[in-house]
């Protein structure tokens, strides 16, 4: 998760400079594709953390998390 949030960041902080000569369309995009990728994320803490609680009482194998964080990846 913080790998894509660490990308975006970074390509935010890279067109930051050049912010006056980017068409506005492309920065809106741009932050709406993070808003995308932020609730993305916040879904997936909260199915990583009901995961949890699952493998905690055997009701889930650890590899459904290494499945659901694969699926983030992407």
Do not use: P
């Not at 990728?37 to 953390?49: D, H, K, N, S, V």
């Not at 194998?61 to 659901?68: I, R």
């Amino acid at each position: 998760m913080s790998h894509s949030k660490r990308l975006i960041n970074d390509f935010l902080e890279t067109i930051q400079s050049w912010k006056d000569w980017i068409s506005f369309n492309y920065i809106e995009i741009i932050h709406v594709r993070q808003g995308v990728l932020t609730g993305i994320e916040l879904e997936t803490r909260c199915q990583l953390a009901v995961l949890l609680e699952k493998i905690r009482r055997c009701e889930a194998d650890e590899k459904e998390m290494v499945e659901l964080l694969d699926k983030f990846n992407v």
